[in-house]
């Protein structure tokens, strides 16, 4: 018989060895960690920070308290702005959400020319905003416009306005061009989840008969549930958050007509130099997505059996 | 040696003297840069093909001195925010960065801007030559000076002017039609109520007949700025409400837009969009050229500047056929006739480490030489001094009606009054110059929404 203390480590060495072996998850994961602390979580401090203060023209004086946020919420053009990205949101995101849905579908079907369609799928999302706010800005700008002259002109639509120039249709034109470059995007997304998907409860559902709309209700949705409920959720983040289009084809205009919370938080700050107050509106829209998310994720959990 | 060799080698020496360009020669410049020759200055400034014509004259400085200039270029907005951002966070990347008039408030209230005071008074600096009297004084003195302080001297004088379609005017057709409808020979308009009768008289569809010739698209009797800031609310402001005596700010700096007077402008602003293309909301200070060059509007309000990439030929097929004019009064109100310009200048950046250097730079670019050398690099150009206008590229230029339009402007231009809130303000009252544009607002709502949305942002709005 051997003894312990010839062929076992001492004591020392395994808790040492041990605590190595505890710390190293959080060495691999320190680099990400230590980035995303420093690009992310201490501006968003700093930020908070400046939503106290009186900072104007880059110089932070005094603590004001709440009183960046009290001007903010008493300020019109904030709800404004809040009821433009809004409308802009729950209008484009369920639509992008249906006709993607639709064509993965569609595409699950091994239609023809599938492998030229799906690079060309790829491309709107590819394109950067502001191209594809330009290129919009050359299809619809009043008279001059490609669509513009050649179709509404001489059909005589929208005869007393145009699009972007229309309180009236500016919004409704930016969703539109939001669809336009999302919907692809979301219709591979879909796509790529269908292909992963079992096949066997599908072969099991035909044998027993089942119809086309009873796979799809019973057995499509949902096992995507948890993929669309992802996908959705980024989708809506990423469309409250629009900016760059809106600031090439309308910067806001006309009026106050297309103005969300991004595009007043960059007027505030880069025009207006008002930081106190453009950070108090970064917080607002923080918090307010911060209890959405969470709801979201706690609804998609245990109702939807996401995450 | 021969007397006649000698009268040769002095004759010779004479000539090769005589062949050195001025600025070469041994000059104010070069003693004054002594101390800093070595040094590299950095300056932000606005792109445009006038701005980008300063690359062809710096190396001239640069020999004189032995100081580097680099110039970085940058679209509008992008040279405001960034201009404005490395001054604000003291970082003095840039040493001179270019100021349009409305942003010096801000920044001076900020403190990021240097003084140019004891630059000027200092003799081993200040340029004997340089005489200031020949830059044209208003926009100068508006401008360059803030609370008794000088902070630079005028770099750019960009203006407005009336810009229309002369073909159309001298066609027998339209004459004796217009002046049969408004009792008036038809030509450049002098008043903004002839400006209106002539937006009015060439509005037209498509199929009706122009200059002889059937419309194929509709025709528009005037364009305008309209876009969500940009110089929209500038040219409401300066070309039509301080022209019907209206004003922004009364002379304590309290907000006092809603006069009669500015619901009377308003409502010329109105009847004006109406005759314009229906995506006057949407179009910039670039689209009013484009919508001109491509013969889509008879008359404007434009920046002079971009005339020059649109009437040459090429550039249009209406190149040849345009006249201008100075920004039409108010009828009655020649004598208090207001304009809109741009005016700007380069100032130091309070963070620079070589103001002196900046100084000497920014005064020679505004010196007499500098700015001679620069309307000729340009083949013309918007000039900053008087003795510019005499210069052959602009006094013998074909363009005789647009220089006379542009002198007219700057000879009553003026920076606009400094405002620590400038940027708020314009942003607030583009949209409601667009709303009131659109018919979304009625002048009268214009009026007190334009009041109510001052006095939210101040109640004494001038700097102090």
Same mark, same amino acid.
């Given at each position: 018989m051997t003894s312990i203390t010839e062929t076992d480590p001492p004591l020392q060495t395994t808790r040492a060895r041990d605590k190595r072996e505890a710390l190293y998850p959080y060495l691999l994961i320190a680099p990400s960690m230590i980035t995303l602390v420093v690009v992310a979580l201490i501006p968003f401090l700093y930020a908070i920070y400046l939503s106290f203060h009186e900072a104007r023209f880059g110089r932070v004086t005094e603590f004001a308290g709440f009183a960046n946020y009290a001007s903010l919420l008493a300020d019109e053009r904030f709800w404004n702005s809040v009821s433009v990205a809004a409308t802009f949101v729950f209008i484009a995101v369920p639509i992008e959400f249906m006709l993607g849905l639709a064509g993965a579908l569609i595409l699950g079907q091994n239609v023809k020319g599938r492998s030229i369609l799906i690079p060309l799928l790829f491309m709107p999302a590819m394109m950067a905003p502001v191209v594809v706010g330009l290129l919009w800005k050359i299809m619809l700008a009043g008279s001059w416009g490609f669509i513009s002259y050649n179709v509404f002109e001489r059909f005589g639509m929208f005869p007393d306005t145009s699009i972007f120039a229309s309180p009236d249709y500016a919004l409704y034109a930016l969703i539109f061009v939001d669809i336009w470059q999302w919907t692809p995007f979301m219709m591979l997304a879909f796509f790529a989840g269908l292909q992963a998907l079992p096949v066997a409860p599908f072969r099991a559902a035909a044998i027993d008969g089942a119809g086309p709309l009873r796979i799809f209700f019973r057995l499509t949705l949902p096992m995507m549930t948890p993929l669309l409920a992802v996908i959705g959720l980024l989708r809506f983040i990423d469309a409250f958050k629009v900016f760059d289009t809106m600031y090439i084809l309308t910067n806001g205009g006309p009026g106050t007509s297309t103005e969300t919370p991004s595009i007043l938080a960059n007027k505030m700050t880069f025009e207006f130099w008002n930081i106190g107050e453009a950070s108090a509106l970064a917080v607002i829209v923080w918090i307010a997505f911060f209890i959405f998310c969470n709801i979201?994720?706690?609804?998609?959990?245990?109702?939807?059996?996401?995450? | 040696m021969k007397q006649s060799t000698k009268v040769t080698?002095?004759?010779?020496?004479?000539?090769?003297?005589?062949?050195?360009?001025?600025?070469?020669?041994?000059?104010?410049?070069?003693?004054?840069?002594?101390?800093?020759?070595?040094?590299?200055i950095r300056i932000l400034d606005e792109v445009t093909p006038l701005q980008e014509k300063v690359f062809d004259i710096i190396p001239q400085f640069e020999e004189l001195t032995g100081i580097t200039v680099e110039l970085e270029l940058l679209g509008h907005a992008e040279v405001i925010n960034? /201009?404005?951002?490395?001054? !604000?966070?003291?970082?003095?990347?840039?040493? /001179?960065?270019?100021?349009?008039?409305?942003? !010096?408030?801000?920044?001076?209230?900020?403190?990021?801007?240097?003084?140019?005071?004891?630059?000027?008074?200092?003799?081993?600096l200040s340029d004997p030559d340089f005489n200031a009297d020949d830059l044209i004084q208003r926009p100068y003195t508006t401008t360059s000076f803030t609370g008794g302080k000088q902070y630079g001297f005028n770099n750019w004088n960009y203006n407005e002017v009336y810009w229309a379609r002369a073909d159309l005017f001298a066609h027998p057709e339209e004459q004796a039609a217009f002046n049969e409808k408004y009792g008036y020979d038809l030509g450049p308009a002098e008043t903004i109520t002839q400006m209106r009768d002539i937006a009015e008289f060439f509005t037209r569809d498509a199929g009706e007949t122009l200059a002889g010739e059937t419309l194929e698209a509709d025709f528009y009797g005037i364009v305008l700025e309209g876009i969500k800031g940009g110089s929209t609310f500038p040219t409401l402001w300066s070309a039509l409400i301080k022209n019907y005596g209206g004003r922004l700010l009364d002379e304590n700096g309290a907000p006092a837009f809603d006069s009669p007077e500015t619901v009377e402008a308003l409502t010329m602003w109105a009847e004006l969009w109406s005759f314009a293309p229906p995506g006057i909301a949407e179009y910039s200070l670039v689209d009013v050229p484009t919508v001109m060059g491509n013969g889509l509007a008879a008359q404007t309000l434009a920046w002079s500047d971009f005339v020059f990439g649109v009437d040459v030929p090429g550039a249009s097929p209406y190149a040849g056929d345009f006249v201008y004019g100075p920004i039409p009064f108010k009828d009655g109100r020649e004598e208090e006739r207001s304009v809109e310009a741009d005016v700007s200048v380069v100032v130091i950046s309070e963070a620079s480490e070589n103001p002196e250097a900046t100084f000497l730079f920014l005064q020679w670019l505004a010196s007499e030489e500098a700015q001679a050398a620069l309307i000729e690099a340009g083949n013309g150009g918007v000039p900053i001094r008087q003795s510019s206008w005499e210069l052959p590229a602009i006094a013998d230029s074909e363009m005789t009606s647009l220089y006379a339009a542009m002198r007219s402007t700057l000879d009553v231009a003026e920076a606009k009054p400094k405002m620590p809130d400038s940027f708020e303000i314009m942003d607030a009252m583009s949209?409601?110059?667009?709303?009131?544009? !659109?018919?979304? !607002?009625?002048?009268?709502?214009?009026?007190?929404? /334009?009041?109510?949305?001052?006095?939210?942002?101040?109640?004494?709005?001038?700097?102090?």
């Amino acid at each position: 018989m051997t003894s312990i203390t010839e062929t076992d480590p001492p004591l020392q060495t395994t808790r040492a060895r041990d605590k190595r072996e505890a710390l190293y998850p959080y060495l691999l994961i320190a680099p990400s960690m230590i980035t995303l602390v420093v690009v992310a979580l201490i501006p968003f401090l700093y930020a908070i920070y400046l939503s106290f203060h009186e900072a104007r023209f880059g110089r932070v004086t005094e603590f004001a308290g709440f009183a960046n946020y009290a001007s903010l919420l008493a300020d019109e053009r904030f709800w404004n702005s809040v009821s433009v990205a809004a409308t802009f949101v729950f209008i484009a995101v369920p639509i992008e959400f249906m006709l993607g849905l639709a064509g993965a579908l569609i595409l699950g079907q091994n239609v023809k020319g599938r492998s030229i369609l799906i690079p060309l799928l790829f491309m709107p999302a590819m394109m950067a905003p502001v191209v594809v706010g330009l290129l919009w800005k050359i299809m619809l700008a009043g008279s001059w416009g490609f669509i513009s002259y050649n179709v509404f002109e001489r059909f005589g639509m929208f005869p007393d306005t145009s699009i972007f120039a229309s309180p009236d249709y500016a919004l409704y034109a930016l969703i539109f061009v939001d669809i336009w470059q999302w919907t692809p995007f979301m219709m591979l997304a879909f796509f790529a989840g269908l292909q992963a998907l079992p096949v066997a409860p599908f072969r099991a559902a035909a044998i027993d008969g089942a119809g086309p709309l009873r796979i799809f209700f019973r057995l499509t949705l949902p096992m995507m549930t948890p993929l669309l409920a992802v996908i959705g959720l980024l989708r809506f983040i990423d469309a409250f958050k629009v900016f760059d289009t809106m600031y090439i084809l309308t910067n806001g205009g006309p009026g106050t007509s297309t103005e969300t919370p991004s595009i007043l938080a960059n007027k505030m700050t880069f025009e207006f130099w008002n930081i106190g107050e453009a950070s108090a509106l970064a917080v607002i829209v923080w918090i307010a997505f911060f209890i959405f998310c969470n709801i979201f994720y706690q609804v998609a959990k245990k109702r939807l059996n996401a995450f | 040696m021969k007397q006649s060799t000698k009268v040769t080698a002095a004759l010779l020496a004479g000539s090769t003297f005589l062949s050195v360009p001025a600025w070469a020669q041994e000059s104010f410049y070069t003693k004054a840069a002594e101390p800093y020759a070595g040094t590299t200055i950095r300056i932000l400034d606005e792109v445009t093909p006038l701005q980008e014509k300063v690359f062809d004259i710096i190396p001239q400085f640069e020999e004189l001195t032995g100081i580097t200039v680099e110039l970085e270029l940058l679209g509008h907005a992008e040279v405001i925010n960034r /201009g404005q951002a490395d001054m !604000l966070s003291g970082r003095g990347f840039y040493d /001179g960065v270019m100021m349009h008039n409305y942003q !010096l408030a801000p920044m001076l209230t900020a403190g990021v801007i240097r003084s140019i005071d004891d630059y000027v008074a200092d003799p081993a600096l200040s340029d004997p030559d340089f005489n200031a009297d020949d830059l044209i004084q208003r926009p100068y003195t508006t401008t360059s000076f803030t609370g008794g302080k000088q902070y630079g001297f005028n770099n750019w004088n960009y203006n407005e002017v009336y810009w229309a379609r002369a073909d159309l005017f001298a066609h027998p057709e339209e004459q004796a039609a217009f002046n049969e409808k408004y009792g008036y020979d038809l030509g450049p308009a002098e008043t903004i109520t002839q400006m209106r009768d002539i937006a009015e008289f060439f509005t037209r569809d498509a199929g009706e007949t122009l200059a002889g010739e059937t419309l194929e698209a509709d025709f528009y009797g005037i364009v305008l700025e309209g876009i969500k800031g940009g110089s929209t609310f500038p040219t409401l402001w300066s070309a039509l409400i301080k022209n019907y005596g209206g004003r922004l700010l009364d002379e304590n700096g309290a907000p006092a837009f809603d006069s009669p007077e500015t619901v009377e402008a308003l409502t010329m602003w109105a009847e004006l969009w109406s005759f314009a293309p229906p995506g006057i909301a949407e179009y910039s200070l670039v689209d009013v050229p484009t919508v001109m060059g491509n013969g889509l509007a008879a008359q404007t309000l434009a920046w002079s500047d971009f005339v020059f990439g649109v009437d040459v030929p090429g550039a249009s097929p209406y190149a040849g056929d345009f006249v201008y004019g100075p920004i039409p009064f108010k009828d009655g109100r020649e004598e208090e006739r207001s304009v809109e310009a741009d005016v700007s200048v380069v100032v130091i950046s309070e963070a620079s480490e070589n103001p002196e250097a900046t100084f000497l730079f920014l005064q020679w670019l505004a010196s007499e030489e500098a700015q001679a050398a620069l309307i000729e690099a340009g083949n013309g150009g918007v000039p900053i001094r008087q003795s510019s206008w005499e210069l052959p590229a602009i006094a013998d230029s074909e363009m005789t009606s647009l220089y006379a339009a542009m002198r007219s402007t700057l000879d009553v231009a003026e920076a606009k009054p400094k405002m620590p809130d400038s940027f708020e303000i314009m942003d607030a009252m583009s949209g409601i110059a667009q709303e009131v544009g !659109l018919g979304r !607002l009625t002048p009268e709502e214009g009026a007190a929404q /334009g009041q109510a949305a001052m006095l939210e942002i101040c109640t004494q709005c001038l700097m102090q």
